[in-house]
């Protein structure tokens, strides 16, 4: 008979009954009996059926049941031998290297060092795990470990996350952007939304406000618009469909060759984006300042995945998040828009600057209205969007 060497039902009552669930696996081998004990003491003993993805199954006198390994200690000839060599996390990723990939590569360098290669982000770019438009997927069904998204891409697909695209928010530093970001991923619908997915929000990509970069004759007046495919994802392409424009969504790395071939008049990307695909090889003229919107990019990671990380690999993980982010913005601030304007500079590139009437036309053409529908339309699809909008609107007046 198996043996609860330590009042079991005691144990389940406390720290063990979250993390102790019935259950069925296959792939059962020859029972080896092992003790199980927490860390206030309980312990609980049964036959070692099974041990894969962090987790000890065994037979026990109440029934089956489903251990996490960081959660205790194991005791006895059957424990399972858990040196087995680093965990390597995959993360997909588009492009190349590039500004908005630089909180990733902070990240991994400070993992690595923390648990001195134990744990390790393996980045992978170029979309060789996964078309940038499916990431969100491949976390879904486990195929790697970490990716980029963008909200835009599948907006049908995360709802909560689309408040963070919608046009002039008022957000104007990368800092702010951080804030507004963290608060809507810290949300209960968001985290519910994710989960869906077998996702969980790490961390934003913190990106500046929008503008145009486009070929041709430059607009003048809003009318202009009227006439021109634009390449806006999510809220900034109705933001410039309310300027009459028609807005398309292409994924980042086929951009320049649409502008090249006439296919857009113009496309909305941050500046590193513009660079980093080509965009600006293409281009005539920008807009210094008619910023509608940003696209938001959440750093990702496969539930599963994170739950099966030992304690120590995850507070090496989490702890990374802050000064990963602290070193994005600073690379962006003084690495990638100290080369935006000199590039600009040297393909003669137009800089067009709006003025206060116009750009309190657009304002009050379209941020208004786009918010309203915005609000109206996914009300009644259940989501607590006027509750979302307003957590932004609070957050950005609270980092001013």
Not at 35 to 45: P, R, V, Y
Not at 149 to 166: D, I, Q, R, T, W
Not at 275 to 288: D, L, N, P, Q, R
């Amino acid at each position: 008979m198996i043996e609860v060497v330590k009042y079991a039902q005691q144990s389940l009552r406390s720290g063990l009954c979250a993390s102790l669930v019935a259950l069925t696996l296959p792939g059962m081998v020859a029972a080896q009996e092992i003790t199980l004990q927490t860390a206030d003491g309980n312990t609980i003993a049964g036959n070692l059926v099974e041990f894969s993805n962090n987790t000890y199954v065994i037979d026990s006198i109440l029934g089956r049941l489903n251990v996490r390994a960081d959660q205790v200690e194991c005791f006895g000839d059957g424990c399972p031998d858990l040196n087995t060599g680093p965990v390597v996390w995959n993360v997909s990723l588009w492009g190349q290297r590039r500004a908005f990939t630089e909180h990733l590569e902070k990240l991994a360098e400070l993992v690595d060092e923390k648990t001195e290669g134990d744990f390790t982000l393996n980045l992978v770019y170029g979309g060789e795990l996964s078309p940038s438009v499916e990431n969100l997927d491949g976390i879904s069904q486990g195929r790697f470990e970490m990716a980029q998204f963008c909200a835009g891409y599948n907006p049908e697909k995360n709802p909560s996350l689309n408040v963070l695209e919608l046009p002039f928010l008022g957000v104007s530093t990368l800092e702010q952007e951080v804030a507004v970001s963290v608060a809507v991923y810290e949300h209960p619908y968001t985290i519910a939304d994710m989960a869906r997915w077998n996702a969980t929000l790490l961390m934003p990509s913190p990106q500046p406000q929008q503008n145009l970069l486009g070929s041709g004759q430059p607009p003048t007046s809003l009318a202009d618009f009227a006439r021109m495919t634009i390449r806006a994802p999510g809220g900034i392409g109705d933001a410039v469909e309310s300027l009459g424009a028609t807005a398309i969504t292409i994924p980042a790395p086929a951009v320049a060759d649409a502008l090249r071939s006439g296919e857009i008049a113009a496309a909305s990307f941050a500046p590193h984006a513009h660079m980093a695909f080509g965009v600006i090889e293409s281009g005539s003229w920008w807009t210094t300042n008619l910023n509608p919107g940003t696209t938001n990019c959440p750093v990702v990671m496969n539930t599963p995945a994170f739950d099966a990380l030992s304690a120590e690999h995850r507070e090496a993980l989490i702890s990374s998040v802050e000064p990963a982010l602290d070193h994005y913005v600073d690379h962006y601030t003084n690495v990638t828009m100290q080369a935006w304007f000199p590039a600009l500079d040297d393909r003669s590139i137009i800089q067009l600057t709006f003025g206060d009437e116009i750009k309190s036309r657009i304002n009050s053409l379209v941020a208004a209205p786009t918010a309203a529908r915005w609000i109206a339309e996914n009300s009644v699809e259940g989501v607590p969007a006027q509750e979302l909008y307003n957590l932004v609107v609070q957050t950005v007046a609270q980092n001013f």
